[in-house]
Every structure is written in structure tokens, then in C-alpha cells.
């Protein structure tokens, strides 16, 4: 008989859609964990059926109750304890963050079997830049926190994922472009699945697209970063040192506009001596 595994917490990333996704590692795990915490016993039953796996399933959520939380960090201690969620990696957008946390601070053994997570698979199909990302999860539904949420983010140059529904994606779109500003964006659907698409186009436009026709199934939006801005002309130099100049010495306004435009400070000096005359 193979060995037991170490006793702990196993964090098994399933497929996103496609079966032939589970890796053969997680799936080894799925077989030889004492118990698999699941979010949904039904949707994980199928994945374990295929991947052979006969070890029983405890539902999980981070709403679970401290105790129900607190035996599963017990068992830790003795047994092995897989964690698994509907569908690709779990605490991304799914349950486990808490029992991660819990589970380091008791000082158990915690681990990772890397797989299939719909942010980064849909940020390689999307063409949108992929050195800096921030991943958004799903935006509120009510547009004031949506609002909110989107002005916090509209600064940033970075693309951002979203998990979206398609009853509220032309909503959603619409919101970002008002928010974001009118960037390209891709709309990543069904991903690994039979129907697998990627759309692009600006925001507005896709907006528009899906207004009278919600697409189906899962998907997520990618939103490229915002356009360079245009470099500053002489002439939004000149207003902007004329200004700085009211408030401060001629070398600290020409290291202010400098910074702020991103031009050169000792030209700027240069022409600040000029304009004051
Ligand atoms: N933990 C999962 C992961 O690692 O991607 C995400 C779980 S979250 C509850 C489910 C959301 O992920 C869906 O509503 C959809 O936005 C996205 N998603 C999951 N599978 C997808 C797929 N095959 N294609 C596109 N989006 C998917």
C-alpha cells in the first residue's frame, strides 16, 4: 500500500471547464486525501468520479462556522485534508483564504498543486499587455459601489481582469468605459470548453454588442491599460510653469512641472528665467 500522505492542508487546483485539465499530481492527491473539503458536494462528486478518486467530501465555504473551520484545522494535525473547488484554483474568487490563514497559524503543513485559474487563461487569450495586471473579481452589482470601485482602479496602468455573468455584462461594460475611460478590452468566454471565444473591441463597442444579447456561459472581461497620455507641448509647459511660478521659486516650479510632465528640469529652468523676463 502507498505511504499516507503528510498530514495537512492540500490546495488542489480543478479544471475550468475542460477535465483534461486536472493535473496528474492533483489528481493523485484527490485519490489519497483522507478528506476532500469541497464548496459543493454534487459539482466535485464528478471531478473525483474522473479522476478515480473514492475519499469522502466535507462542504467548505469561508462562511462556515469557526468550529466546522477549527475541526478541519484539527484533523490537520493527523490527517491529510485536500481543498477543492467547483471549478479552477481555490480562494481565487472561491472559499479557502480563511483556511489558509488558519491553517499557517496552527503551524500545519500547507501546500499547493498549481493549475487552471480563468484570470490568467483569459488574460493569454485576450492580446491586451500582460506585464502588469490586477485581478478585480467580480464588480458589485449595484452601480454606486461599481463607481467607486472602478474610480479607485482608473489611475493604475495595468490590465485588469474581471470575473463577469452575461446577464450583466453589457451593464458592466458600459460602467468601465464611463469609469475607465473607452479602452480595448477582450471579453473571454467558455474558456477550454467546447465554445471557447475571445472577442475584442473597445469598451463602448462591446458594450453595444452585447446590449439585446447576453452571451452564455462563464466569462471573464479583460480591460487593456490606460493610452499613453500625449506628450506635453511646449505651450502646457508654459501654462504650467506660469502657474507653478505664483506659488513657488523658479527652480522648485521647474522641478515640479517637470515631474509632473515628465520633461526635462533643467530646460524648464531654462524657460522659466526667460518667461519671467
Ligand atoms: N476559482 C476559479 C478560477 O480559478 O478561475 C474562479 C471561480 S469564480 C466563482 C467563477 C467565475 O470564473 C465565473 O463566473 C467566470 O467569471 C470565471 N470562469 C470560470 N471558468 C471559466 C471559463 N471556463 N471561461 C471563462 N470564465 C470562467
Request: with cysteine; glycine share 8%.
Amino acid at each position: 500500500m502507498e505511504n499516507a500522505l503528510e498530514p495537512g492542508l492540500y490546495i488542489v487546483a480543478g479544471p475550468i471547464g475542460n477535465l483534461g485539465d486536472l493535473t496528474p499530481r492533483a489528481a493523485e492527491i484527490l485519490c489519497r486525501a483522507d478528506v476532500i473539503a469541497v464548496e459543493d458536494t454534487r459539482v466535485s462528486a464528478k471531478l473525483l468520479r474522473h479522476a478515480g478518486s473514492d475519499r469522502p467530501m466535507v462542504p467548505y465555504h469561508d462562511h462556515s462556522s469557526d468550529t466546522l473551520r477549527a475541526k478541519l484545522i484539527e484533523r490537520m494535525a493527523g490527517e491529510s485534508v485536500a481543498l477543492l473547488s467547483d471549478a479552477g484554483t481555490p480562494l481565487i474568487s472561491d472559499p479557502g483564504y480563511k483556511l489558509v490563514r488558519d491553517a499557517r497559524a496552527a503551524g500545519r503543513h500547507v501546500t499547493t498543486l498549481p493549475g487552471p485559474s480563468a484570470a490568467i487563461a483569459a488574460l493569454t487569450l485576450s492580446g491586451l499587455p500582460t506585464d502588469r495586471f490586477l485581478f478585480m473579481g467580480f464588480l458589485p452589482s449595484k452601480a454606486k459601489a461599481r463607481g467607486d470601485i472602478l474610480a479607485e482602479v482608473a489611475a493604475l496602468r495595468a490590465t485588469l481582469i474581471f470575473y463577469e455573468s452575461g446577464p450583466r455584462l453589457s451593464d458592466s461594460l458600459a460602467a468601465m468605459a464611463q469609469g475607465l475611460g473607452n479602452r480595448d478590452a477582450a471579453i473571454c468566454r467558455e474558456i477550454s470548453k467546447t465554445f471557447e471565444e475571445a472577442v475584442t473591441g473597445t469598451l463602448a463597442d462591446l458594450s453595444t454588442r452585447y446590449a439585446n444579447a447576453p452571451p452564455r456561459g462563464e466569462i471573464v472581461v479583460i480591460v487593456g491599460p490606460p493610452g499613453e497620455a500625449p506628450p506635453a507641448s511646449a505651450e502646457d509647459a508654459d501654462a504650467a510653469l506660469k502657474e507653478a511660478m505664483t506659488r513657488l521659486p523658479v527652480s522648485k516650479a521647474a522641478g515640479e512641472v517637470a515631474k509632473a510632465l515628465g520633461l526635462d528640469r533643467r530646460t524648464l529652468y531654462a524657460r522659466a528665467m526667460e518667461l519671467k523676463g
